[in-house]
């Protein structure tokens, strides 16, 4: 839900009414993008880009950053040095502290900060509460693990003007650190895939005393203009003052900024950090997500196709945002990821300020030296933060798999959701009453609707008071939790970081009197405004707000819930309706003394991360794994839940785009993610809802949702045949939950995409290294192509490799070539997916009404046999949904193997633990009556229709279970169906084939 949107949205039907001038104020180019900056309206980005330019033109460019020899020494895999920067032509130079950290993960870490004798000789503007320091802590909130230095790192090479050093848990790493100009090449194997500062665009705004330009002479009237002594007077000043810069540079905007009626007091002047970052040979590189573009990223610098501004990464409440552009989103991961087709490689620009990344594409390779890659396409990218350190890992790969994981290792992986969040979920903004919300309950039970958790929109509070309901409307919220449970159905009730301004308002009160709220550049608790009106923001980097704001979740102090109420963070980039860019202005402070503009990217997660902990402890030994959904995002929010794409609008281009938007997220490390199904403004039309809820059926994070003017659209009033379409995609992620729940529990592990695109799974076939439409679930095997366009009854799938693919549906084997797209029949009923020959996948295939009604259900094991005729595998993973028991063993990880050549099909353990060593608690216990059910093998090979029956054995017994073996026909592959299989799902099993 978004901002002022929400009241112009409302203007715009009125205006409606009248025809003429609907055409006027409907939002065909709706985002308002001059409510956002561009890079020249952004003062360190102008002035990076003009810094750019200038190096980038002259052929005589030398970087002025140098390290000084003899401050360099190498000690446990950490080299450290001072870089020095000639600031002007009198050969004056500011000192910069570097340190390049090896770490044994493989990774290398390059910080660059400013030395703080120099900070202090700069006094800040007087009146200024802000911290006289570069911004040090992003790592404190982001980096959860992998910074073990490699102390077998080794310098292996040393002169005059350069280092090597040999690092990596196989020594075939290599940085090679250029002393003058400062640069550093990092090589895999001898070959170089990524170099700093290559193009000399390493920029470090350092910090200088603000010297005031002379003051206007007084003008009397009729006095003669100014005498020529006092013109040259102060003329001479003038240049006295720019002598200490180098010539030429804009400085408008050093000292303060005004964007609409907002001015930016900036205490500290200039202090943005930018570097080159040069992917040597790659011409694909993905990630930096939010945006509303290709999965791989465009050039940013113009030319046909190509955007003229840079990705930026400023975390914004944009009302109804348009698509394929750079323009920021809602959150913000600074992590970006080159692949070409024999090499992944990554960086993590650790920088929570306003960020902006050009990028360019060029043929060949600046330094014809760089072996191998000289006739190649390099990336080049160039970060330009406001302000902090300069603070980059670096990954050298090799593969999608080790980037991802190690990405993880750093800043956490996702962390494992209870399954009902895995369901579906019913929101709209909003549903009105606890009637109106059991009664939507009701008829999703009529209709034989599976969902898990209905939502509610800020409409339910007292007038917009977080932790209070509006009495009238909400009377009896404990009555309906109490019917949502009945069958395992949860609430999600929005909670928001503005608290209303109001004197009789006790979460407001206590905000103030603790001065747990952001204060602004006096140093006074920061007003704005938003949904309430004037409203005060927790700070949640400060622990005690954090504490206190747990306190305000606690079953009797947020009455009105229990254990099935969930929450919902919106509004957390901060969306401040009568804000900068609708949100905090960047001379606030925050705990600490930072100001925002240190800040602004992290703050959403803090938020969401003291939300996350305040639910996990709302009553001692509850023990349920929380769920809050987040708008605003950064590295790390993975740890903490769910995220969505915004507010997007009913089109079938935003169907479209949430395609590559949930892949990016994946690619980023925070794939648990999804875009409001049937579009949040606007009335989709029934097709486009149908093919949404095929598509959504396919996100991790899967959610119906509604602006307040959209008509009602829960799925039972779409009307035939609509209400069935969209019933069966619905129980198609039923039925395939067991197979997602697998999905995460690897992600949770060692951070693979739930869903994942071409470049991912099949990383050496270059023609797929840019597709962003279509993408395989998990490990299993299922690719799917939704529909995004109207009136589109089939759809080409571009197939990666030689295997079998069969129709998930008909089992039709599909006449696929590698490398080539092959047509398939959609028309509206259908969703394109295919299932790849070699694996086995499990389902639960008993219609219920909810995840939690599933629980015990038998499984169903779908068996696809591959290319050789005769192999599949895959695996299972099922804990009791909810608690964190499965952190101490209690869980079922089961590996399922076809071995054709040994006649049988296995279930063994994918750990190899031996299930002695697990006490086996409560619900492993009960899952002792929950077996598979059914196999079904596709594609099986004729020796399947020679007998009835086939041999199951298990825990030291034998017996048969019946089989059936159709024919191929027509196109469709032979399948067996083993019925009443009757093997214990935690149990080691064997079935013996026929
Ligand atoms: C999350 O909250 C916990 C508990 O208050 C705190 O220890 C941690 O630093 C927070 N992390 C982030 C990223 O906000």
Not at 262 to 284: Q, Y
Not at 699 to 725: C, K, M, N, Q, V
């Amino acid at each position: 839900m978004l901002t002022p949107g929400h009241m112009s949205g409302r203007w715009t039907s009125l205006f409606c009414l009248l025809s003429v001038l609907c055409a006027l104020f409907t939002p065909a180019v709706s985002v308002k993008e001059h409510d956002f900056k561009k890079c020249d309206q952004s003062g360190f980005c102008k002035r990076n880009r003009a810094f750019a330019d200038q190096a980038v033109a002259s052929s005589s460019w030398h970087s002025p950053y140098n390290v000084l020899p003899e401050s360099k020494s190498f000690k446990d895999g950490q080299l450290q040095a001072t870089i020095l920067k000639t600031i002007n032509d009198n050969g004056d130079t500011v000192r910069l502290p570097v340190t390049i950290s090896f770490l044994q993960s493989g990774l290398a870490r390059v910080t660059v900060d400013e030395e703080k004798r120099q900070k202090k000789e700069i006094e800040l503007r007087h009146d200024s509460k802000a911290r006289k320091e570069r911004y040090n802590e992003a790592e404190q909130w982001v980096i959860v693990g992998g910074l073990a230095l490699d102390k077998g790192a080794k310098v292996t090479y040393e002169d005059k003007s350069q280092i090597t050093v040999q690092y990596g848990p196989t020594s075939n790493f290599e940085a090679v650190i250029k002393l003058a100009p400062f640069g550093i090449e990092f090589k895999r194997d001898g070959k170089t895939q990524i170099k700093f500062n290559d193009r000399g665009l390493l920029n470090m705004e350092h910090w200088r005393p603000k010297i005031e330009p002379p003051p206007e002479p007084e003008k009397k009237e009729g006095e003669a203009e100014q005498t020529e002594e006092e013109k040259k007077e102060a003329e001479k000043k003038e240049e006295e003052r720019k002598a200490n810069e180098p010539k030429g540079e804009d400085e408008s905007t050093w000292w303060d900024e005004s964007f609409g009626s907002n001015t930016d007091t900036k205490p500290r002047g200039p202090e943005s950090v930018a570097l080159d970052i040069s992917f040597v040979g790659f011409e694909n590189v993905f990630g930096i997500p939010s945006h509303a573009g290709p999965l791989s990223l465009k050039e940013t610098r113009g030319g046909e196709g190509k955007y003229t501004e840079p990705y930026r990464m400023y975390n914004a409440d944009v009302f109804e945002y348009i698509l394929d552009s750079p323009m920021t989103l809602y959150g913000s991961i600074p992590f970006m990821q080159a692949h070409r087709k024999d090499s992944s490689v990554g960086v993590f620009w650790l920088n929570a300020a306003e960020t902006w990344v050009d990028i360019t594409k060029a043929a060949g390779s600046r330094n014809p030296l760089s072996l191998g890659t000289s006739s190649k396409t390099t990336t080049h990218t160039h970060w330009i933060s406001e302000s902090g350190l300069l603070d980059v890992f670096v990954f050298l790969g090799p593969r999608p798999e080790d980037i991802t994981r190690k990405y993880g290792e750093l800043t956490g992986f996702t962390a494992m959701p209870q399954e009902f969040a895995l369901g579906y979920h019913q929101c709209r903004w909003n549903y009105v009453s606890d009637e109106d919300v059991k009664d939507v309950d009701r008829k999703m039970d009529k209709f034989k609707i599976p969902y898990d958790v209905i939502w509610l929109d800020i409409e339910y509070t007292d007038e917009k008071k977080y932790f209070t309901w509006d009495s009238h409307s909400f009377p009896d919220p404990i009555g309906m939790g109490k019917q949502l449970d009945a069958h395992g159905r949860k609430l999600v009730t929005i909670i928001d970081p503005h608290i209303k301004n109001v004197d009789n308002y006790e979460v407001n009160s206590e905000l103030k009197s603790k001065e747990f709220a952001v204060k602004n550049k006096e140093g006074n608790i920061f007003e704005g405004w938003c949904w309430p009106g004037s409203s005060h923001w927790i700070d949640a980097f400060s622990p005690a707000a954090r504490e206190w704001w747990a306190s305000l979740f606690k079953y009797d102090r947020f009455k009105g819930t229990m254990e099935n109420t969930w929450i919902w963070n919106d509004m957390n980039e901060p969306s401040v309706f009568n804000g900068p860019e609708t949100t905090m202005p960047k001379d606030n402070i925050h705990y600490g003394g930072w100001e925002h503009r240190d800040v602004h990217n992290l703050n959403g997660m803090t938020f969401h991360n003291a939300t996350h902990h305040a639910v996990e402890s709302r009553k001692p030994g509850e023990h349920q794994r929380p769920f809050v959904l987040t708008r605003a995002f950064f590295a790390g929010s993975q740890r903490v839940g769910a995220m969505w794409t915004g507010d997007n609008q009913a089109e079938w281009g935003h169907l479209q785009a949430s395609i590559p938007m949930v892949l990016s997220q994946g690619i980023a490390g925070f794939p648990f993610s999804g875009a409001d199904v049937g579009g949040f403004f606007g009335n989709p039309e029934k097709e486009l809802q149908a093919r949404w809820y095929q598509a959504g059926a396919f996100y991790p994070f899967f959610r119906g949702h509604a602006h307040i003017d959209a008509r009602r659209r829960e799925p039972y009033l779409a009307g035939e045949p609509y209400t069935s379409i969209i019933t069966a995609a619905l129980r198609l992620r039923y039925s395939l939950l067991p197979s997602w729940y697998t999905a995460f529990r690897q992600a949770a592990v060692d951070g693979s995409p739930i869903i994942r695109p071409m470049f991912y799974t099949n990383p050496t076939e270059e023609a797929g290294l840019a597709i962003d439409d279509q993408f395989f679930v998990g490990n299993t095997g299922l690719l799917v192509k939704p529909i995004t366009e109207k009136d589109k009854n089939s759809v080409d799938i571009w197939i990666p490799d030689s295997e079998v693919y069969y129709d998930y549906f008909t089992y039709n084997t599909i006449p696929t070539v590698k490398g080539h797209k092959v047509t398939l029949d959609a028309p509206l009923h259908k969703i394109p997916l295919l299932m790849q020959g070699g694996h086995i996948f499990a389902r639960r295939d008993r219609p219920r009404r909810s995840s939690a009604l599933m629980k015990w259900d038998d499984y169903t094991l779908v068996v696809t046999i591959g290319r050789d005729g005769k192999s599949a595998e895959g695996d299972l993973y099922v804990d009791d949904g909810s608690s964190f028991d499965f952190q101490a063993g209690q869980y079922i990880h089961r590996k399922f193997v076809l071995d054709g050549a040994a006649g049988a099909i296995s279930s063994v353990d994918a750990e190899g633990r031996d299930p002695k060593t697990v006490k086996e608690g409560e619900w492993m216990a009960k899952m002792h009556d929950v077996t598979v059910d059914k196999i079904i093998v596709v594609g099986a090979p004729a020796s399947w229709s020679k007998s009835k029956e086939v041999t199951v054995e298990s825990e030291g017994k034998t017996w048969t279970a019946s089989v059936s073996y159709t024919p191929a026909a027509k196109g469709r592959a032979a399948f067996a169906v083993v019925k009443k299989v009757g093997a214990r799902i935690g149990a080691d099993w064997k079935l013996v084939l026929p």
